[in-house]
């Protein structure tokens, strides 16, 4: 079954940098687009970024101007969310959800249970 | 950019009730660019309707959604304990590549 678990969540002082994994499993990774997905305490959900399956598209929400990147490495079935600048407006369960996409339609089928990130000094 | 507004904020029913859910996109979208979520407290989202009237596998038939242009209704035939939930629209666009709605709360009346 699909699993999507991520990591490297926690305390960061603002302005510091943060690194978080999405390790998947059952299903073939190179296959699909990925998405990183936020909601912070209370709100609703924002979609940050997503990845095609050989990496080489990328798409970001305007919001992030730059300081996040998203990657992959289909080697060790992995995603990547790499997190700079960061800021208390960053406070956040973070997700990875696998796109689903047939016919020019995308949506996230399967979600990661999340990780929190806290911005804070 | 598309806004999806939801409606209401909060829905308070009872168990075996219908429940109607509204989101309304700030201009006219397919619909096949409109999913539906079910969020539960301390767990993450999950795909109920994509395509705007597709049930994703395993979501139960009392789930349906509707709707074209600019407003569509995620109904619940006849509600579950385990129903209780927000939920969130989500459209698939251009720029940002997808947007949600700020969410329903279906509670428990």
């Known amino acids: 079954q699909v699993q999507l678990v991520e990591s490297g969540g926690g305390l960061v002082k603002p302005g510091g940098s943060l690194r978080l994994s999405c390790a998947a499993s059952?299903?073939?990774?190179?296959?699909?687009?990925m998405s990183w997905i936020r909601q912070a305490p209370g709100k609703g959900l924002e979609w940050l970024s997503y990845i095609s399956g050989s990496g080489t598209t990328i798409f970001y929400t305007d919001s992030l101007k730059g300081r996040f990147s998203i990657s992959r490495d289909n080697t060790k079935n992995s995603l990547y969310l790499q997190m700079n600048s960061l800021r208390a407006e960053d406070t956040a369960v973070y997700y990875c959800a696998r796109d689903r996409c047939s016919n020019g339609v995308c949506y996230h089928d399967y979600w990661g249970q999340g990780t929190l990130v806290t911005v804070s000094s | 950019e598309i806004v999806l507004t939801q409606s209401p904020g909060t829905l308070s029913l009872s168990p075996g009730e219908r429940a109607s859910l509204s989101c309304r996109a700030s201009?006219?979208?397919?619909?096949?660019?409109l999913a539906w979520y079910q969020q539960k407290p301390g767990q993450a989202p999950r795909l109920l309707i994509y395509?705007?009237?597709s049930r994703a596998t395993g979501i139960p038939d009392r789930f349906s959604g509707s709707g074209s242009g600019t407003d569509f209704i995620l109904t619940i035939s006849r509600l579950e304990p385990e129903d209780f939930a927000v939920y969130s629209c989500q459209h698939y666009g251009s720029s940002p590549r997808y947007t949600f709605g700020q969410g329903t709360k279906l509670e428990i009346k």
């Open positions: 395509g705007a009237s």
């Open positions: 201009q006219s979208i397919s619909s096949r660019y």
């Open positions: 059952g299903f073939t990774f190179s296959d699909d687009y």
